[in-house]
Each structure stands twice: as C-alpha cells, then as structure tokens.
C-alpha cells in the first residue's frame, strides 16, 4: 500500500470515528431532551390540564361526528404518513382544530392527530429509511431552549398560571415543529406541504373576498371567515375580514408569508396549469392582506412584493404579470384602504399636533411604553411569560395617562411581538429568540446552495420564498404581539425540514 493510500484510509477512518462520536453525542442530546419534554408535558398536564388538554367529551351528533372525522384522520395519517403531513399543515393554517371547538365544542382534532402522525413518521423511517424524519438537532434545541426560558419564568411570574399558559402554548407549537419536520422527509414532500398551505390560506382569502364583493357578512362560513367591525380612519368603521383567527390584523399576518411561496411556486414549476394557479393564489392572498385594513401587513406586504422580484430577477415578463395582477386586483381595493394608510404619518415625530389622531395609535404608544419599563425594570429575566397584562397597570402611571381612555378591566398586550419577549422573557428570551431567527435563516441559506447545487431549482426557490415570508411575518411582528405563534412556528418547520431534505440531498449525490 502506497503512503498516500494510507494516508487516505487513516483519514477514512478518522472521519467515520468522528462521524460515529457526533451521532453518539446528537443521540444523547436527543435522548436527554426527549426525556426533559415529557417531565414537562407530564407537568403541563398536571397544572395546566385546561390549557394543555380539552377533556371535555363531545356532545350532540356534531361533536361526535367531528370525533369520528377526527379518529378517521388519525388512521390515515397512520397509514398515509405525507397525506397526514398535509392534513397538519392544513389544520394548522386553517386553525381548523380550534374552530370546531368554539364553534361545536369538539374534541381537539390536532390532539388526535399528533401521537399517529409521530408514530407514522418513525414506523415510516425504519420500514423504508427514507432521508430525513430525524429532527434537526440545531434548530430543535433552540426552538425547545425558547420555551424553556418561558418554562423557567414561572418561579418568578407574579402569575405562574399565566407563564405556566404561555409555556402550555409553546409547548404546542413545538409539537407541531417536531411533527412537520419528521413527516416532511423529502423535497416532493415539503414542495406539496408548502402547496397545501398555499391553498388553505387562498381558501380563507376567498371567503373574505365573497364577503366583501356581496356585502353579506352575516355568513363566516362555519367560523372560517370571521368579521371584525372595527376602526378604519376618523370616525368610520366597517367590517374587516378576520379568517378564523377573529383579528384582521393577525389574519393579515398569516396570509403574508403565503405570497412569496405562491409565487415561488409559479417561478419553479414548467406546468402551466399550475403556474397560473400559484399566481391566482398569490393575487388573492394580495387581496384578503389589502381588505384586513391592516397598515403594518401593508407595509410588510410592500417589502415582501420587492423583495420577492429583486431575489428572483426583475424580468419584463414577470413586471407584466405583477401590472396585471394589481390592475385586476384595483376594484377589489376598499375605499377606505388608502385613507387608512395615511394615518401611518400620525406615529412620526410631531404628529401629536394632529387635529383628530387616530385612537389606535395613542393606546398603542402606551403598551408598548409599558413593556419598555417593564423591560428597563427587569432586563435580564422579565416580568414572565404571559404575565405583560397581569403587570400592565403597575407599570402605566409611569408612561402616561392616556390608558384612561380605554376600560380599566380590559386586557391589554404589547401589540409588539419583540417587546412582548423582552419585557416578559428579558434579554434571556431575546437572545434566545434571536438565536433561532440566526438558526432558521441559516439552514434555509444552506438549503437553497445545496438545492441549487443539486440542480434542484425549484426546491432552491422555495427556500428563497420562505425566507421573504419570514421577513414579511417578523415586520408585522413589529406592530403585533405572539398571539397564534403556532403559524410562525409552522415556518419554521418548514425551514428546517427544506434544510433536512437538503443535506440528505447533498449525502446522496456525495461519493461513497
């Protein structure tokens, strides 16, 4: 044997070794959050069993029929693993699960699905050995680090019920990353996950849209499409789509992320037929964000639209459709919508000289100076998860009086998702949260070089599309706190499953 041969057959070795000892040390990792997730459900459950379980067995032939459904998806998703996969991804954009418990009392339908969907993902991965239903070490341990930050705040919550809800929420949340990515174990599979999700908020916008063009909004469609009767400018007020959310500034918030994906799946795709259906989806998502009267989605969905040409190249062609698309989409626009936008100038210095301010305004320039003290006075730790509206009255004679507007018992909120975190969870869940952002946008940058160098073009657009749909999700979260933080978390499931798919890509073309 030659040096060089030995050489290389000592390197062989060494790197298998190392290979070997990083997989020991990922598995022990793995195994000892696994064990510290269910010490910490087995707790949720104990103390929170009404935040964490719906116990309450359905009633009337509805909620029974809504149980059988639900037993009946769970038995799918344990023998059609992907259709589970997109079954989750379209109850969690439709907020489906949480519909029928308002609207019919229902047993929770994620609830059902989750320990199938688990236990299909791992039947799945040792029958067939299929690339990717192992979990992201990275992105999962800082996503669980979050909601142990959240966990932690509960010795020192003035209410741990409340930190002890908020956790509850996250814990959810997590469940539904760990689910997603597990399932999402090839790029066909995340690609049809993206287009489902694609399709259920094109759903939701279409409701609001037939609400809007016949003026009946007395039908919310089963509560799918619900409406908000809220301020618009000076003293007018009219109806605003709110999906199944309720708010129209958070349904905005989830239609957001939706553009860049339908158009990325319209830039990726030969087929025609599909091409025009992504770019109807992305011009009835343009629409449902227009006619939730939301200016911090406007504006989010104005960075979203340039960046969106910018990353995937200004062409002629492309330009033309974009004119086209917002020529159509112009006798849709309310006539309040650009009245609206121009209060935007009230939240710039001197414009507390304006005749008649807009009163969204003034309580906003109140919470989000309460979290500031909130923040100042307990920087590292908060004041715990949850616990912003069990604090706020301690803190808002020292930002100024004009809370006195709004009713003493109201619950109030930072309506700033990173104000929330800092002034709850301190600089700790700041810098934790930042780390995940820094984890997230990393494994799609990785994931769209190693499409591409795959020659996987369509796949590398999709991980170009999530990250705009991120940065379009984290602008509104300037201006609105972590309520439904399950739809963002949902993006981040999809990041790392596209990173996940992307390296089992990459390991498969490598030379054994």
Same mark, same amino acid.
């Given at each position: 044997? /030659? ?42 459950? &104990? ?14 032939? *509805? ?18 693993? +992907? ?18 418990? %308002? /609207? ?18 791992? +039947? @799945? ?13 990275? *992105? ?15 010795? #020192? ?32 599979? !995340? ?22 063009? /016949? ?10 499409? %619900?409406? =908000? ?6 003293? &007018? ?17 989830? $239609? ?10 319209? #830039?990726?795709? %030969? ?23 939301? %200016? ?45 936008? /121009? ?19 003034? =309580? ?5 100076? !309460?979290? #500031? ?22 803190? !808002?004679? @020292? ?7 709004? @009713? ?16 709850? =969870? ?62 963002? #978390? $949902? ?9 996940? !798919? ?11």
């Amino acid at each position: 044997m /030659t040096m060089s041969a030995t050489r290389r057959a000592a390197g062989s070795a060494v790197t298998a070794l190392a290979g070997r000892g990083a997989t020991q040390v990922g598995a022990t990792v793995v195994v000892a959050a696994s064990c510290l997730g269910a010490v910490l459900l087995a707790w949720l459950v &104990v103390s929170q069993p009404t935040e964490l379980l719906r116990l309450t067995p359905p009633t009337g032939p *509805a909620g029974l029929g809504i149980l059988f459904a639900g037993l009946g998806a769970a038995i799918v998703a344990l023998r059609h693993p +992907a259709l589970g996969l997109y079954l989750l991804v379209a109850f969690v954009y439709l907020d489906l699960s949480q519909v029928l418990v %308002r /609207t019919y009392q229902s047993a929770s339908l994620l609830q059902l699905l989750v320990v199938p969907l688990f236990l299909a993902a791992w +039947a @799945e991965r040792d029958g067939r050995g299929l690339a990717a239903p192992r979990l992201p070490l990275g *992105a999962t341990v800082v996503l669980a680090s979050f909601m142990l930050v959240a966990l932690a705040s509960t010795a #020192w919550a003035g209410e741990p019920a409340l930190a002890a809800a908020a956790t509850a929420e996250l814990a959810k949340a997590l469940v539904i990353f760990c689910a997603v990515v597990a399932l999402a174990s090839s790029p066909a599979r !995340v690609r049809m996950a993206v287009m489902v999700a694609v399709a259920a908020g094109t759903l939701l916008a279409v409701m609001g849209l037939f609400q809007t063009v /016949t003026g009946d909004f007395s039908n919310t469609f089963g509560g799918l499409a %619900r409406i =908000k009767y809220a301020h618009i400018h000076g003293s &007018v007020f009219e109806p605003r789509i709110a999906g199944p959310i309720g708010d129209p500034n958070y349904f905005a918030q989830i $239609l957001l992320p939706l553009v860049p994906l339908a158009l990325a799946l319209a #830039w990726g795709t %030969r087929d025609m037929r599909l091409r025009v259906a992504a770019y109807a989806a992305a011009a009835v998502l343009i629409a449902g964000t227009v006619l939730t009267y939301s %200016r911090g989605a406007a504006l989010a969905l104005a960075v979203v639209l340039v960046l969106s040409l910018l990353a995937h190249g200004v062409r002629p062609r492309r330009l033309a459709v974009g004119l086209l698309l917002l020529l159509l989409l112009v006798p849709f626009a309310p006539d309040g919508f650009a009245r609206r936008l /121009t209060t935007i100038s009230q939240v710039l210095p001197g414009s507390e000289d304006v005749l008649r301010p807009d009163s969204s305004f003034g =309580k906003r320039r109140v919470v989000t100076g !309460v979290a #500031w003290r909130m923040y100042v006075d307990r920087p590292l730790l908060g004041v715990g998860a949850g616990n912003y509206s069990a604090r706020f009255h301690d803190y !808002v004679e @020292e930002v100024g009086s004009a809370v006195r507007e709004y @009713e003493a018992d109201e619950a109030n909120y930072a309506h700033s998702l990173y104000l929330e975190i800092a002034a709850e =969870k301190g600089t700790l869940g700041l810098a934790v949260f930042g780390l995940v952002l820094v984890v997230c946008f990393g494994s799609l940058r990785r994931a769209r070089a190693r499409f591409r160098n795959g020659g996987l073009e369509p796949c590398a657009l999709l991980a170009r599309g999530l990250e705009i749909g991120l940065v379009g999700y984290l602008i509104s979260s300037i201006f609105l706190h972590g309520h439904h933080i399950r739809y963002l #978390w $949902l993006l981040f499931a999809l990041a790392a499953a596209l990173h996940a !798919v992307s390296r089992g890509s990459a390991e498969r073309r490598s030379p054994a």
